[in-house]
């Protein structure tokens, strides 16, 4: 190639490099305008600070999910073998860490008990809970949303280990993102309340 046609390709290099990328490229369809999230329906209110010491306190795991709730996408349901996602819905994050913030937030107000995080290695409570949602999405038939929550809860210094399952049903209005959202969070702050119950005082 010579100097002259060398000299015309470089303006032409340059304005194809500057085209706008969404002409070229696509990312993905396009998020929805709200994303879905869980809020507690008795939140922790701001005040004095809670103090326990490692023996009271209680650990949370970060929870599992079966793989149909590893994204952030709705879950639906159509019978016992037929999964679909809700077209607009969209979790702000993936559902197991969005109940898991819950979770530790209900059983702080119900238990008076702090709860800590796995990453602070130098405190060890008594009491640890774990577990795995099964069911975080909108019956599509049966016109209601479920939550399950299958928990396990051992102590330090005991060989026993209870394993639990907690699960709500909501009816809901409609099958629009909005009244999905909704009864999701009644019934994720059901379960959450049972499971803080469970572990007690």
Not at 49 to 61: E, L, W, Y
Not at 103 to 132: F, I, K, S, Y
Request: hydrophobic content about 45%.
């Amino acid at each position: 190639m010579n100097r002259k046609a060398l000299a015309l390709l470089g303006p032409l290099a340059i304005a194809i490099a500057t085209l706008p990328l969404s002409g070229c490229i696509s990312l993905g369809p396009k998020p929805p305008p709200r994303l879905m999230t869980l809020a507690a329906t008795a939140p922790l209110a701001a005040g004095p600070a809670i103090t326990t010491g490692d023996k009271q306190a209680v650990q949370i795991a970060r929870l599992g999910a079966v793989p149909a709730l590893a994204t952030q996408r709705v879950l639906v349901t159509d019978g016992p073998t037929a999964i679909a996602y809700l077209k607009g819905g969209l979790w702000s994050a993936a559902p197991a860490d969005l109940f898991r913030g819950l979770l530790a937030e209900t059983v702080t107000v119900r238990t008076g008990r702090v709860v800590t995080e796995p990453r602070l290695l130098q405190v060890q409570p008594n009491t640890r809970l774990a577990g795995q949602i099964s069911a975080f999405g909108l019956d599509a038939p049966g016109n209601a949303v479920t939550v399950t929550f299958d928990a396990t809860l051992s102590h330090e210094g005991s060989d026993q280990i209870q394993s639990r399952r907690f699960s709500a049903r909501v009816p809901v209005s409609s099958q629009q993102p909005e009244a999905v959202a909704a009864g999701l969070n009644q019934a994720a702050n059901q379960v959450a309340a049972e499971v803080a119950d469970w572990i007690g005082r």
